[in-house]
């Protein structure tokens, strides 16, 4: 793996948290490939549009800003498995939740873009 596609891959999913935090599904929807596999709590989802509404998720929990990190732990030239863990917070910093996610990235016409992914709410 070189150092400048692993740079590629966690300057992608920066972005893609940042829009998380103040866009719409639609904006964060461009950051993933459709259909997207969505590994639920019961099957295997393909969304043919992003699974998550983030203007709910800020409206409902009062969700403003995350602190996350990502760990590349496999990559090639076409395909990237990392793993995405850190927590959800409100405006006064304030804990919502606990995450832990794996994302599956793929180059695609030159574009890294999610493919897939699966997460969990931390409980410890």
Same mark, same amino acid.
């Given at each position: 793996?070189?150092?400048?596609?692993?740079?590629?891959?966690?300057? &992608?999913?920066? *972005?893609?948290?940042?829009?998380?935090?103040t866009g719409s599904r639609e904006e964060v929807q461009a950051y993933v490939h459709l259909p997207v596999a969505y590994f639920s709590e019961d099957d295997i989802q393909m969304r043919e549009r992003y699974p998550f509404d983030p203007?709910?998720?800020?409206?409902?929990?009062g969700f403003h800003h995350a602190k996350?990190?990502?760990?590349? &732990?496999?990559? *090639?030239?076409r395909k990237a498995h990392v793993l995405v863990e850190g927590t959800r917070h409100r405006a006064d910093d304030s804990q919502i939740e606990a995450l832990a996610a794996v994302y599956i990235l793929q180059k695609r016409n030159g574009k890294w873009k999610i493919a897939a992914f699966s997460g969990i709410r931390k409980t410890d």
């Open positions: 793996m070189s150092a400048d596609q692993e740079a590629e891959i966690i300057a &992608l999913l920066e *972005d893609y948290q940042s829009t998380f935090e203007e709910k998720l800020r409206e409902l929990t996350m990190t990502f760990n590349v &732990l496999h990559m *090639d030239d």
